[in-house]
């Protein structure tokens, strides 16, 4: 598949794993290799579950590269023994990284602590907790990519809900240990976020695309639109993140049970067609 210049269409596509969570984790394989698919993201629990270095050398046999691994982060606990278990698994998912051979790990912050209402405390522990973490991974040839998520998410998921919030841990570290991600189902709705991704030059070390559509589904975090069908101007994100000098991958990563419901071959090829329509 050749755009109009003759270039492949699909050269800075990447399918997040939970995008067609219905395939194992050899069947994606598979089915990215038949559709001309580059990169995959993965996720640690299927990993795990298939074993770190067999999974690693199933992909790399297979000639794809991995572009990120979700997901490090959940730092915000206060009492020391659950800080001291998160940041072991941390560093557990940055040697993961490592063996999967990609260089970003997503960071999910966490979100409020039991008991507390206090936001700004709670980013705080995030920053104490990277200045940890972020010389382990730079070591093992790892960085970190700070995700901010939706607003609604801030409660129970993720402290970290704006472009700007990321950039301020961020911005604490050197450029090429610690950045961020940016997810347009996590940051559309933000008006200075356009601002925010040109100030993130440099530290763009993701972009995910999802779209938004309405209305939510009950379970929220299920509610990823397919590429096309909701309100985001998916062109217009890629082109800031491209204006901003990002030369690298654009992973779809959709939570949608609809989808899962599908065969996950049609779905990653619909995916395809969607990137190609709506994004490339």
Not at 26 to 31: D, K, V
Not at 73 to 85: D, I, K, N, S, V
């Amino acid at each position: 598949m050749t755009g109009p210049s003759g270039e492949d269409a699909l050269t800075r596509f990447s399918v997040n794993q939970m995008t067609v969570k219905q395939l194992t984790l050899p069947e994606l394989t598979e089915a990215c290799v038949r559709l001309g698919v580059p990169a995959v993201g993965l996720w640690r629990e299927s990993v795990r579950a298939y074993g770190v270095e067999a999974a690693a050398r199933l992909v790399q046999d297979a000639g794809l590269t991995v572009t990120t691994l979700c997901r490090g982060g959940f730092l915000t606990a206060t009492e020391p023994a659950l800080r001291a278990q998160a940041l072991a698994d941390n560093r557990a998912a940055i040697d993961e990284a490592a063996t999967l051979r990609t260089d970003t790990l997503v960071m999910v912050s966490g979100g409020l602590p039991e008991d507390s209402r206090d936001l700004r405390a709670a980013r705080e522990r995030i920053a104490d907790a990277l200045a940890e973490l972020a010389p382990y991974a730079a070591e093992r040839g790892v960085r970190l990519a700070i995700e901010p998520l939706h607003p609604m998410f801030a409660a129970d998921r993720c402290v970290v809900s704006t472009l700007d919030q990321a950039l301020e841990l961020a911005e604490r570290f050197p450029a090429d240990q610690v950045g961020v991600v940016v997810d347009t189902y996590h940051v559309w709705w933000d008006d200075r976020a356009p601002a925010a991704v040109a100030r993130a030059a440099g530290r763009i070390f993701s972009f995910q695309l999802a779209d938004w559509t309405t209305p939510l589904p009950a379970g929220v975090l299920n509610g990823r639109g397919q590429l096309g069908d909701g309100a985001i101007d998916l062109r217009a994100w890629r082109e800031r993140a491209d204006a901003a000098g990002y030369t690298g991958p654009a992973e779809v990563e959709l939570f949608n049970d609809g989808l899962w419901a599908r065969d996950g071959v049609e779905v990653l090829a619909e995916v395809i067609d969607r990137y190609v329509r709506h994004v490339r």
